[in-house]
Structures are given as C-alpha cells and as structure tokens.
C-alpha cells in the first residue's frame, strides 16, 4: 500500500486533523459574541465526539453548525451560569486575600476547594451537553456526580487540560503569540479531542447504549438521560424492547 494512498493510515489522520483544525477556527470564531462560548464548546465537543468515534459527517463545518443550533439555547444558559460562578469566586478572591491570621488561611483553603470543586463538575458540562438530551438542572447535577463517579478520568482531564495551557503560555513566556496562533488554530480542537478519549471511558458509565433489553440501567449506571427515559416509558407500556439512541 502506497504511503500516499487515499484509504492508507496517513491521509486518514491527515483527514481527521484537518476536521479537528476546521472546528477549532469555528469554535474561535463562534465564541467571539463571548456569551455564545457554551453553544461552541458544546458543538466542539459534539464534533469531537463524532471524530473519535469516526461518526463525523463529510462536512464538517455542517455538523459543527447544526451541533451549534440545537444546542444554543441550553449551551449558552449553561455558559451564564459558569459566568456566575467565576464573579463569586473572583469576589471571594478579593475578599478572602485581604484577610490575615488563622481566618484568612481557612478561607484561602476553602477558596482553593470551591476551586476545585467547580473544575471537576465544569469539565463534563459541555460534553454532556453535546452528548445527551437534558434538563438543565440534571445536566448540572449529572457533570458533579460523574466527575466524582468517574474520579481518574476527571483528573486525568484537568490534568492534561492545565498542562496544555502550562507549557503554551507559561514554559516559555516569550513564546505567548506563537502559544495564541497554535490555540488558534488547533489547540482548543486537539485539548477536546484528546478530553473526549476520557470522557468516553466515563460516559461508559451512564450510556444509555449499555442498558440491557429490560431497560434496566446496569449496576455501574448513574443517570439515564431523559430522551432514554421517555423511550424507557413509551415503551415499557407497549411491551417494546427497542433501544434509545444517544443525541
């Protein structure tokens, strides 16, 4: 097989690159109103999903636009809320570091730890959102309860997340426009993809793909989608054992 062949190994990830460096500029330019950042990333995170599953479309930009549509409304009400949650940490920030003695230690730590807590819930909001149909409220709930139900993964994440921002704008501060140009055009893109490797391992844990023909959630189940447990009605009373599709 020839090296350059259409069908060989290297223009297949050559192809899949190129997918994830289209996304990565319609992210960057999606989320430019700021407010519409959660609609991007959760259409960033739909598209990467579908590439490391090797379920994207052959347009990829279509894909990505449609992902943006359906998930506008809920993306960007998830968004605000994270909003929210960044000004009250950056308030308790300034508050808390003003403070001296025994008291402000204790609340330099709690600070650290409402920190933390957020990051291990914020990491699975918007995938979740790409991936199930939900209220938005049980989206919430849902990213908390699997980040802790799914601790190594969550870490793992963070982890790669942080350093990627690390060795981009903080190993070499001289290298800040080059660290910009590379987010750009394939940092945000190749950070979610890579994500998307631990989340699927999580979200093995609460698909709904992984339910027997009873409909029963299986003993590592958390939550089923709300889309599954509509299906899981109708048809338990139609005497159906059809399964759910995810979104």
């Not at 308790?92 to 403070?99: D, E, G, K, L, N």
């Not at 709904?208 to 409909?215: A, G, I, V, W």
């Amino acid at each position: 097989m020839s090296l350059f062949d259409m069908n060989g190994p290297l223009m297949y990830n050559l192809g899949k690159l190129a997918n994830i460096f289209l996304c990565n500029v319609l992210f960057c330019l999606f989320s430019l109103p700021l407010f519409t950042i959660g609609a991007s990333l959760s259409a960033l995170y739909a598209c990467m999903q579908a590439i490391w599953e090797d379920d994207e479309d052959d347009i990829i930009a279509k894909q990505f636009w449609n992902a943006f549509k359906r998930n506008f409304g809920q993306g960007t009400a998830l968004w605000l809320f994270c909003l929210l949650v960044f000004a009250f940490l950056g308030i308790y920030y300034f508050i808390v570091a003003s403070m001296t003695g025994a008291a402000g230690k204790m609340y330099r730590v709690s600070f650290f730890m409402m920190c933390l807590i957020f990051l291990f819930g914020f990491q699975y909001l918007f995938p979740l959102q790409a991936r199930y149909k939900n209220r938005i409220k049980n989206t919430l709930r849902n990213a908390w309860l699997l980040s802790i139900a799914a601790l190594p993964w969550t870490v793992l994440s963070i982890l790669l997340t942080a350093g990627a921002v690390y060795i981009s704008f903080f190993m070499n501060p001289e290298g800040v426009s080059l660290a910009v140009f590379l987010w750009g055009t394939l940092g945000f893109g190749i950070v979610a993809y890579l994500n998307s490797i631990f989340f699927q391992k999580a979200f093995r844990m609460i698909d709904p793909e992984k339910l027997c023909l009873s409909h029963e959630a299986p003993k590592e189940a958390l939550f089923i989608d709300e889309e599954h447990r509509t299906e899981k009605s109708r048809f338990a009373r139609a005497g159906g054992t059809r399964g759910n599709r995810r979104r």
